[in-house]
């Protein structure tokens, strides 16, 4: 069975930073896509980046483009998010999911994990 577990979620100001992890287990994820995505109350999901799990290729919102860092360490099976200089419009659920093909596209990412919160006060 598949899980994947987000942790590292917070309070934090303006400015400040958190590293947000993914542990992934169940499956082998060669090949796989991993990606963030983040979903603010009365707000779609959106894609904030992702990882190819084997080349470690990235892609990255450009909302997020410079402040945010993907990454991921084989051996533990997790993936990372790392977030400097947060905004306040960073403030949102984050969750991490696991694709068969790359994409930004949430529909086509196959598991999902449970949300960490991230909220960033002004």
């Known amino acids: 069975q598949v899980q994947m577990v987000e942790s590292g979620g917070g309070l934090v100001q303006a400015g400040g930073s958190l590293r947000l992890s993914c542990a992934a287990s169940g499956r082998t994820f060669s090949g796989y896509t991993m990606g963030w995505f983040r979903q603010a109350p009365g707000k779609e999901r959106e894609f904030v980046a992702c990882?190819?799990?084997?080349?470690?290729?990235?892609y990255y919102a450009d909302s997020v483009k410079g402040r945010f860092t993907i990454s991921r360490d084989n051996a533990k099976n997790t993936v990372y998010l790392q977030m400097n200089s947060l905004k306040p419009e960073d403030t949102a659920v984050y969750y991490c999911?696991?694709?068969?093909?790359?994409?930004?596209?949430?529909?086509?990412?196959?598991?999902w994990g449970q949300g960490t919160q991230v909220t960033v006060s002004s």
């Open positions: 990882i190819m799990w084997s080349a470690g290729s990235t």
């Open positions: 999911a696991a694709a068969r093909v790359w994409s930004f596209r949430p529909n086509l990412y196959d598991y």
